[in-house]
Nanobody
Framework: QVQLVESGGGLVQAGGSLRLSCAAS????????MGWFRQAPGKEREFVAA????????YYADSAKGRFTVSRDNAKNTVYLQMNSLKPEDTAVYYC????????????????WGQGTQVTVSS
């Protein structure tokens, strides 16, 4: 069983930055592709970014391209989401997730989820 714990959320002004972390335990982290999703109140959970188990080219939602960067450190069992130039519309609960098979932009493909961390961007 894999446990994922996100951290790094908070309140930030528009234009600011945050770095989210997701620490994994209980499994072979280097075998999992990792994704970040977010869910705003009253909205569906949506894909933000993902990275293969081996690293390599990451994948981003259009809303994240040019502003967010996903990375992973397999030695630390941690995946990161650096978020720059934040906008009020980025306000959501951010979740990390682990996929045993391959990188995906579809939430139902992921096998394990963290509890989420709140990101609030004020205007």
């Amino acid at each position: 069983q894999v446990q994922l714990v996100e951290s790094g959320g908070g309140l930030v002004q528009a234009g600011g930055s945050l770095r989210l972390s997701c620490a994994a335990s209980g499994g072979t982290f280097s075998s999992y592709s990792m994704g970040w999703f977010r869910q705003a109140p009253g909205k569906e959970r949506e894909f933000v970014a993902a990275v293969y188990w081996s690293g390599g080219r990451p994948y981003y939602a259009d809303s994240a391209k040019g502003r967010f960067t996903v990375s992973r450190d397999n030695a630390k069992n941690t995946v990161y989401l650096q978020m720059n130039s934040l906008k009020p519309e980025d306000t959501a609960v951010y979740y990390c997730a682990a996929d045993l098979r391959s990188v995906s932009m579809v939430a139902r493909d992921y096998d394990y989820w963290g509890q989420g961390t709140q990101v609030t961007v004020s205007s």
